[in-house]
């Protein structure tokens, strides 16, 4: 086991698809033994999303690096004390099951802490684990359209639009895992365990740094909505189109003046109409059309953002996910990093988004296959038999199936 900040930890996974396996695959990688318990015979349902190569998911490798699989049917008695036992010698339990499903599977956070008072419990769900929204399906972009987050993105004049990325799960899965952390560390000064209740609403909601308090603080009379590629309450603040590709441009305050010398336009500093945020907004529609003619008239990407880096303008250009794989820097620094696996050879793929002085980043992982490490856990964490093993495969309370 890679030694690493959380080797000697334990964490029973639960989860399945991306938020409850970004949470557990940031522990993998910090050196946690994470144990994955999937249903057979399929496992998590991210085994059978895209891409697939030689019946291997990229995804599912993506988000399990590093994990053990064991396949167990918990819906069986003998499966249910295969997790009990578990249970007892784990310090985290991690599920994202709708809620009341774990509890309906014999294992509340009552009969859980009844096993191992001294376990962390932490359930992901769309909508929390109480509430009148909470037995309501959801994904993230479920969740995304409920917060309002969805409702404020988009064109001004046109539909409510979501990233292609799951922004939404994985945000949740990296509360999930600091949460969980916290609670390891409030159990070293106390001794118990406790219960963690993580939602993607409550994520969600949690990503309006201004929307929800400019609506309150206006009694209401102003309503935040989709202001297209400029934002409403900030300008300059958007997107401006360059001549081969969009450019991201933000000048608060303080680079206002910046970005007036950057464009050779240093008269309009003290501009009446544009010498605060709050005249800018007003005159937003001048102010951009100013720099949109700079843009124009300039006709360089790379001089443009050349001209504001130099002023220490915020800016960047709107990469494509080929140009963001293949950047140097990225590949560099780790924020892409290229991994092997067994079936799907040398790809690159997101870095570790956390870096420790005294360990080592980006570790050198696996993804198992469905049930690949039945024998190992059963035997070696649980001290179960061979003969107790091979009965558990008989009767199809284990399962294993190498080809994922």
């Known amino acids: 086991m890679v030694k690493h900040i959380l080797t000697g930890y334990r964490v029973l996974d639960l989860t399945h698809v991306l938020a409850g396996p970004t949470a557990t695959r940031m522990m993998a990688e910090m050196g946690a033994e994470v144990i994955k318990v999937e249903f ?3 496992g998590d349902i991210a085994r059978s999303l895209p891409v697939k190569i030689n019946g291997r998911s990229g995804y599912y490798v993506q988000q399990n690096r590093g994990k053990k699989s064991i396949s ?4 069986t008695e003998s499966g249910k004390i295969v997790l009990e036992d578990l249970i007892r010698c784990s310090d985290v339990l991690i599920e994202n099951f709708a809620p009341g499903v774990i509890s309906r599977l014999g294992f509340s956070w ?7 008072p001294k376990v962390v419990m932490c359930s992901i769900s ?3 684990q109480d ?4 037995g309501l399906p959801g994904f993230d972009y479920i969740a995304s359209a409920y917060s309002g987050i969805m409702g404020v993105t988009g064109e001004s004049s046109g539909a409510p639009s979501f990233p292609m990325a799951g922004i939404g799960d994985v945000m949740t899965g990296s509360n999930a895992f600091a949460a969980i952390g916290y ?8 001794g118990k365990g406790q219960f963690l209740d993580v939602s993607l609403i409550d994520s969600y909601m949690h990503c309006h740094e201004v929307n929800i308090e400019v609506y309150e603080l206006s009694q209401k009379k102003i309503i935040p909505t989709r202001s297209g590629h400029h934002h409403y309450a900030v300008c300059p603040l958007g997107l401006f189109k360059g001549r081969s590709r969009y450019i991201c441009i933000i000048a608060l305050e303080n680079q206002w003046s910046a970005l007036c010398e950057a464009m050779g336009k240093p008269e309009l500093i003290k501009d009446e109409k544009f010498c605060a945020n709050e005249k800018r907004v007003e005159n937003s529609a001048e102010v951009i059309g100013i720099i949109q003619r700079w843009i124009d008239e300039v006709g360089d990407d790379d001089k443009i953002i050349r001209l504001l880096e130099e002023r220490r303008v915020p800016c960047g250009p709107v990469l494509t ?3 963001v794989v293949e950047n ?6 780790g924020t892409i990093r290229k991994i092997v696996d067994p079936k799907l050879g040398e790809f690159y793929l997101p870095g570790m988004p956390i870096r420790f002085s005294d360990f080592e980043h980006n570790q050198s992982l696996e993804a198992s296959s469905l049930g690949q490490d039945n024998q190992a856990v059963l035997a070696d964490v649980l001290g179960y038999s061979a003969e107790k093993i091979s009965d558990l495969a008989e009767r199809k309370v284990i399962f294993a199936d190498s080809n994922t």
Request: hydrophobic content about 30%.
């Open 40 to 42: 057979p015979p399929l």
């Open 72 to 75: 167990v049917d918990i819906k």
């Open 110 to 116: 009552e009969r859980v802490s009844q096993l191992n």
């Open 126 to 128: 769309a909508f929390g």
């Open 131 to 134: 509430g009148e929204m909470s």
């Open 183 to 190: 609670a390891l560390l409030h159990r070293e000064k106390s």
């Open 321 to 323: 996910v080929d140009e």
């Open 328 to 333: 140097k820097s990225y590949r560099e620094r």
